[in-house]
């Protein structure tokens, strides 16, 4: 058995970028590669042939540079010809292209979501977070009807419901204050400040929180 290429350290200004590249790099992409390699470190080495041509990686090369790498791991792929070499670096661009099975992306994002993970780190950008981790639910045929103006009038009376049934129900308060987790210097000035409010509105908690905002607005 043929033995396995193995990762080796290059400098990078001995890569050469593949002239007919056909795969783009815009720079919002560079910057997530960038701060994904910040974060988690190199997951995934760049492949180049014997030349130092790139066939695989072109993008992780320019967040390296991005990030003032001198030296980064590679793969060196000596046992392919040049053909093989540039057949292998089109299968790399259409495998790596951008279809993706959207349902399983929404789970995961969706479980990743109640960690700690930052999902900025993980490629996507914002919009994308926004919509794979909303609960977008199944297409169902009863949404498509012909008089708009009553479908309107009825969704408005059930969201009207639908608001009133779930307000008293428990919510997390990071939901609400838009963070999860505060420094320690912080949480003593924020207990001082419930401290304060309880005194004020005469209530505890969450009331008295309510309560305080309600008088300012």
């Known amino acids: ?3 396995q290429p193995k990762i080796e350290l290059w400098d990078v200004d001995k890569l050469v970028p593949y002239a007919l590249n056909a795969k783009n ?3 919002g992409e560079i910057e997530k590669l960038a701060n994904s390699i910040l974060t988690y470190g190199w997951t995934q080495p760049i492949v180049i042939w014997t030349n130092g041509e790139i066939i695989a990686g072109h993008g992780r090369r320019l967040a390296a540079i991005k990030l003032g790498r001198k030296r980064v791991p590679v793969i060196v792929r000596s046992d392919l010809t040049k053909d093989q070499a ?4 089109l299968a790399d661009n259409r495998v790596t292209g951008q279809s993706y099975d959207m349902a399983l992306i929404q789970d995961e994002l969706r479980r990743l ?3 700690d993970i930052d999902l900025t780190t993980l490629g996507f950008d914002e919009k994308e977070l926004d919509f794979s981790t909303a609960d977008l639910g199944e297409i169902n045929d ?3 009807v012909e008089n708009i103006g009553e479908a309107v009038e009825a969704q408005q009376q059930a969201n009207i419901q639908k ?3 779930v307000d008293d129900t428990a919510a997390p308060v990071a939901d609400a204050l838009g963070f999860k987790r505060v420094s320690i210097s912080q949480s003593r000035i924020i ?3 419930m401290s304060r409010i309880e005194d004020e509105t005469g209530q505890k908690g969450a009331d008295a929180f ?3 905002i309600d008088q300012r607005t």
């Open 113 to 115: 979501a109640e960690t």
């Open 163 to 165: 608001t009133e049934e």
């Open 86 to 89: 540039d057949a292998l670096r």
């Open 191 to 193: 207990r001082d400040f």
């Open 210 to 212: 309510v309560a305080f």
């Open 142 to 144: 009863d949404f498509f």
């Open 25 to 27: 790099h815009p720079e």
């Open 1 to 3: 058995m043929s033995d």
